[in-house]
């Protein structure tokens, strides 16, 4: 057990958001925090890292998020100065809120800088979906990962292989707890509201009439650097796209970083296909509603590995490594690199009926937000004496 905390001020909880797929982790645990015991009190920081409508008010929306009470509005940057500025904007919060913890999610750049801040300042850190390892540090998420949970006080993780990750950095073992998955709880409790796929196709361009019952089609994310960055790994990229739509119709949501690459580059004719539907950044539950529908799901995303699995539905994922091997060992993830004709093969073999089924992981049971907060209550918040008795 950590020790009791003598750090900790008397002040809220601070949740920090910052990117997309910080929203859907910490949805579940602010309805957590207001469960228990009759309310823990906490405030909810948004770093502005995102800040376009699709990539942040959207997902407020669809999640059911209460409004920020405080939004530090960084923006885009450089990976310097955008960490560099949550942490000059974060700095005087603390100061002023004497929280009582700092709870922080995933692997984007605010993830670590409000970490960095907190510790510095005495702050009791808690590191959600910790010990996940790619091993490949040219993944700006990897150094973001490695240097949170070295730093953190307490480290929930989603899958049991993140323990022994944390041990081999020479992370004691009390310092990490396996809680579960946050991202399948807002999964789960989504699930009834998602919108239907046949909708979102149509708006998209596609009719669903004319692609069977239920409409058999793709879904495709893709935004990592190492994939849309350079013109000579993209460009491979849209040409598969391109072949795959000749099979299968395929709805791309693109994130921004994308969609001005493929301008940049002049690209865009690869993906002008009848078969192609060019999509802006989705809403949760369009995303959720596109998903479940899905014949295959095409992404390099971390997130998504993890919500096809949830949902059963094959996914390839465009990359060399995961963070996140259950999906593989466990779920319906295939990693497929970047080499086009191996991809068309592993599709090819899910059109022809193949594909894993996979399971659902241990604890990816919409409950793990509240074993967080129960966890967090006794650690952190008014509930030393009970944990000290
Ligand atoms: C960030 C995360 C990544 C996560 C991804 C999900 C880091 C290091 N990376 O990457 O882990 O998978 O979010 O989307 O934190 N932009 C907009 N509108 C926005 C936000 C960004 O147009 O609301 C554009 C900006 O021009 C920016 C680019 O997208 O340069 C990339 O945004 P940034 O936040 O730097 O990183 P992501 O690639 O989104």
């Not at 480290?155 to 399948?184: P, S, W």
Request: hydrophobic fraction near 45%; charge should be neutral.
């Amino acid at each position: 057990m950590i020790a009791a905390d003598t750090r900790a001020g008397s002040g809220p909880v601070i949740c920090i958001v910052g990117a997309r797929p910080n929203f859907m982790k910490m949805a579940p645990i602010l309805r957590a925090l207001k469960a228990q015991g009759g309310g823990l009190p906490h405030v909810l920081v948004h770093t502005g890292q995102h800040y376009d409508a699709d990539m942040s008010d959207k997902l407020f929306t669809d999640l059911r998020l209460p409004k920020p009470d405080i939004n530090l509005e960084v923006g885009s940057g450089t990976h310097a100065v955008q960490t560099a500025e949550v942490m000059r904007r974060f700095e005087p919060i603390v100061d002023d809120l004497a929280p009582s913890c700092v709870v922080v999610v995933g692997d984007v750049n605010s993830t670590l800088a409000c970490t960095l801040v907190a510790v510095k300042k005495g702050v009791p850190v808690a590191h959600v979906e910790a010990g996940l390892r790619s091993f490949d540090r040219a993944m700006p998420e990897e150094v973001n990962r490695v240097l949170t949970d070295q730093i953190a006080d307490v480290l929930y993780t989603t899958e049991r292989t993140a323990l022994d990750n944390l041990k081999r950095e020479g992370i004691a073992a009390e310092r990490v707890v396996f809680v579960g998955n946050v991202m399948i709880d807002s999964l789960l409790a989504n699930r009834a509201l998602a919108v239907d796929p046949r909708e979102t196709l149509r708006r998209a361009g596609l009719d669903p009439a004319r692609l069977g019952e239920p409409p058999r089609y793709g879904v495709v994310t893709l935004h990592r650097p190492s994939n849309v960055d350079h013109r000579e790994v993209l460009e491979p990229l849209l040409a598969l796209l391109r072949d795959v739509s000749a099979r299968l119709p395929l709805v791309i949501a693109l994130h921004p970083r994308t969609r001005a690459n493929i301008e940049r580059f002049g690209l865009g004719p690869l993906v002008a296909q009848p078969g192609i539907a060019l999509l802006p950044p989705q809403g949760y539950l369009e995303m959720l509603g596109l998903m479940s529908g899905a014949t295959l799901v095409l992404t390099d995303s971390g997130g998504i590995q993890e919500e096809t699995t949830a949902l059963g539905v094959p996914c390839l994922t465009a990359r060399e490594n995961t963070e996140r091997p259950i999906t593989i060992a466990q779920g319906t993830n295939t990693l497929v690199g970047r080499d086009p004709a191996a991809i068309l093969r592993a599709v090819d073999e899910i059109l022809a009926g193949g594909g894993k089924r996979g399971r659902v992981p241990e604890f990816w049971d919409g409950h793990a937000a509240e074993r967080i907060v129960a966890d967090l209550a006794r650690r952190f918040i008014g509930r030393r004496e009970a944990v000290e008795a």
